[in-house]
């Protein structure tokens, strides 16, 4: 325990947070500590601080915050053993054998990978050496080469109930295993059978190079005609982009969205490596997120059709609150890139990608849909739609471009539109704060807290329970001498002893204590909570004096004298003392 706590502590000092978050955030120094917008959920105002002195971070949006390795978790959506691993890497240091934390977990992640390798090798062999050739005779319809096909790993799921899952059996992997990697599914009886069949195959790659899923194609009119590998330990649909792994390494701040795997394929084939699709759904947060850490501009690549139009819209959205510039592709002449770049080729496809359309101009048309703007009604119509398009404009300078555009189309002095739209920014302005504070108030109050929910009948006791827990941070050489004024049977909340105790535990047994040594014990969203109860307390210097009144709070809370104490009262008697 005491090497595995000494690499810890030398795993975090190899890699300072402000250093790691700012490879995938913007992070801006406030005095001695940063500040950046948070990457686990969408926000304007930046609401997410990274504090060196304890080298963790904390957002009072959402209440995400740990260490280092709580970050590559939550953000890489890493198991601790496999964040842990990251950051060696990353550092070039050598990870204890006698110290690997491997969880059940992990292992289970670590047999779906191999057996997803597996399966990629099989559906591979059989597109190039089966007998049926008919996804073979797909692609080469598709114009795919064979230097395309061994670079996606493209394959081919026999017409077979059992070719796959009786060769996973036979490398020793159990149906329970098979069926938790979305392989193999039971039948009513039990048995178990392919869920992959008669389908061309395209393998879903992580960041770090695993095989993570499958899609697979119908060749026929069956349906469905796209099957996706369903959520496991490994796998998220909503969270992952397919070829993303390529596209991360290209030399460009641009990364072009397409609708489906076939046209990604197609438009990497003519040369552009800086292409992804979705996994058979529209965009999420998640996914817009995961683009921001890469991209500085999207364009969206969507088919023409009318389903196509909308996803655009709503991807216009996901992308603008992560702060990332859109542009639309209009093909005319093509339904989609693919069929685009076979007609027209690579350089007018990069003529295209280069010319395309803002996302203000996209939207703006779209405001005119359906409306007469010979008539007086049509054009005040279009004002009050295109006012909330111009108002959503972050850029003073583009925004000033497209009211000009705006009061021409509607024969109306510029200034007028220009005041109409100042009036929806202030107003915007004040719902966005309004609506931001109600956010961080909430996550900071116990009025609904699902995580600590006994806090809500013990509001008192929790506080002095935090206010414990914050006083120990502080002070971990004490620990001993802590627990024996404050045991934690004394605590009423059952998260906050199951914190409070294992801060104990690892401060009596560890030289070199650090937030690092919990992350691989407590969930992402209790990493958040210990971090909330660090940054919260802050303001208010806890000494002994305070801590001692929170120990006889708990050790009386049922006496009358407790339960008749506000809450108001008890912060006031925590703030008297603490200026003692």
């Known amino acids: 325990m005491k090497t595995n706590d000494e690499f810890l502590y030398r795993l975090r000092t190899a890699n300072p947070i402000d250093t790691v978050m700012g490879a995938y955030v913007n992070i801006i120094r406030r005095g001695r500590n940063y500040i950046c917008s948070c990457p686990f959920h969408s926000e304007k105002t930046p609401s997410c601080t990274v504090f060196t002195d304890t080298q963790s971070f904390y957002c009072f949006g959402c209440g ?102 009786d060769m996973l059996r036979s490398k020793g992997y159990s149906n329970d295993e098979i069926t938790d990697a979305w392989l193999g599914s039971r039948s009513k009886k039990g048995n178990i059978f392919d869920i992959f069949r008669k389908r061309v195959m395209f393998p879903i790659i992580d960041l770090r190079g695993n095989i993570i899923g499958f899609g697979g194609r119908v060749l026929d009119n069956s349906q469905p005609k796209y099957l996706n590998t369903g959520a496991t330990p490994v796998f998220d649909k909503g969270s992952n982009l397919f070829s993303m792994n390529f596209a991360k390494n290209a030399d460009t701040k641009r990364l072009i969205l397409c609708e489906g795997y076939m046209d990604v394929i197609a438009v990497n084939q003519a040369g552009f490596e800086n292409v992804v699709a979705t996994l058979g759904t529209a965009i999420t947060p998640d996914q817009a997120r995961l683009m921001s850490h890469y991209a500085e501009e999207v364009v969206i690549a969507y088919d023409s059709d009318g389903a196509g139009q909308k996803a655009t819209q709503k991807a216009i959205n996901h992308f603008a609150d992560v702060g990332i510039r859109t542009r639309i592709l209009r093909m005319n002449g093509a339904k989609d890139p693919d069929e685009y770049i076979k007609k027209f080729g690579h350089d007018r496809f990069k003529m295209l990608i280069d010319g395309s359309d803002d996302a203000n101009d996209f ?34 300078l583009e925004r000033e471009v497209y009211i000009s555009r705006t009061s021409r189309k509607c024969d109306i002095p510029t200034e007028v539109l220009k005041t109409h739209i100042n009036g929806l920014l202030k107003k915007n302005s004040r719902t966005e704060k309004k609506s931001e504070w109600r956010n961080i108030t909430s996550k900071a109050a116990y009025s609904r807290d699902d995580l600590n929910p006994e806090a809500q009948e013990h509001k008192k006791e929790a506080r002095a329970e935090e206010n414990i827990i914050y006083f120990l941070l502080k002070h971990p050489a004490e620990a001993a001498e802590i627990e024996k004024d404050a045991p934690p049977d004394i605590f009423i909340t059952a998260l906050n002893r199951k914190i409070y105790t294992s801060l104990l535990e690892k401060m009596k047994t560890s030289d070199k204590f650090t937030l690092s040594l919990l992350a691989g014990e407590f969930s992402d969203e209790e990493m958040g909570r210990i971090s909330r109860i660090d940054v919260t307390n802050r303001e208010y210097a806890i000494n002994r004096s305070v801590f001692t009144d929170c120990v006889n709070v708990l050790k009386s809370y049922k006496s009358s004298d407790s339960q008749n104490m506000s809450d108001d009262d008890l912060r006031k008697l925590f703030r008297s003392k603490s200026k003692k």
């Open 64 to 165: 995400a915050g740990g260490d280092v390795i709580t970050f590559i978790m939550k953000i890489e959506n890493l198991d601790f053993t496999e964040a842990v691993k990251l950051l060696a890497q990353r550092s070039g240091l050598e990870i204890p054998k006698e110290n690997s934390r491997d969880s059940q977990l992990a292992k289970r992640k670590t047999r779906i990978y191999e057996m997803n390798r597996i399966a990629a090798n099989f559906f591979y062999t059989q597109l190039i050496r089966g007998n049926d050739k008919s996804g073979l005779r797909y692609f080469a319809d598709r114009k795919l080469s064979p230097q395309t096909i061994k670079k996606y790993g493209l394959g081919y799921a026999p017409d077979s109930w059992n070719a796959l899952t």
């Open 363 to 396: 939207m703006l048309d779209k405001c005119e849909e359906g409306l007469d703007l010979s008539t007086e009604a049509g054009r005040v119509e279009l004002l009050k739609r295109a006012s909330k398009v111009l108002a959503a404009i972050e850029s003073p």
